[in-house]
Nanobody, 124 residues
Framework: VQLQASGGGLVQAGGSLRLSCAASGRTFSTTGMGWFRQAPGKEREFVAAITWPGGSTYYADSVKGRFTLSGDNAKKSLYLQMNTLKPEDTAGYYC??????????????????WGQGTEVTVSS
């Protein structure tokens, strides 16, 4: 299973970006997919997740109201619309997919498939 993240780039503060994540390879079952980010010298942190069935979404407090997550379980695809970007959003953004029994989607350990990351840089 491979996860391919795309959509990162350089944007000014207040701008927007849309990240995409697409899965390929063998069919797999998952209870959710999510985005994490990691800035230089910092630990990987949770950004947002969507769970299935139901499509419930969860966000880190730092991005609530600015980021919107959507996804398609059948296609194993994920999208993160990021608005009103701030310099502190600068990081590598990684998409991930959980296994069939994961329940705590805020933890990196709940995910078994990871994409290679896409860089987001927000200038002030």
């Amino acid at each position: 299973v491979q996860l391919q993240a795309s959509g990162g780039g350089l944007v000014q503060a207040g701008g927007s970006l849309r990240l995409s994540c697409a899965a390929s390879g063998r069919t797999f079952s998952t209870t959710g997919m999510g985005w994490f980010r990691q800035a230089p010298g910092k630990e990987r942190e949770f950004v947002a997740a969507i769970t299935w069935p139901g499509g419930s979404t969860y966000y880190a407090d730092s991005v609530k109201g600015r980021f919107t997550l959507s996804g398609d379980n059948a296609k194993k695809s994920l999208y993160l619309q990021m608005n009103t970007l701030k310099p502190e959003d600068t990081a590598g953004y990684y998409c991930a997919a959980s296994g069939p029994y994961s329940v705590n989607f805020g933890l990196p350990s709940s995910y078994i498939y990871w994409g290679q990351g896409t860089e987001v840089t927000v200038s002030s």
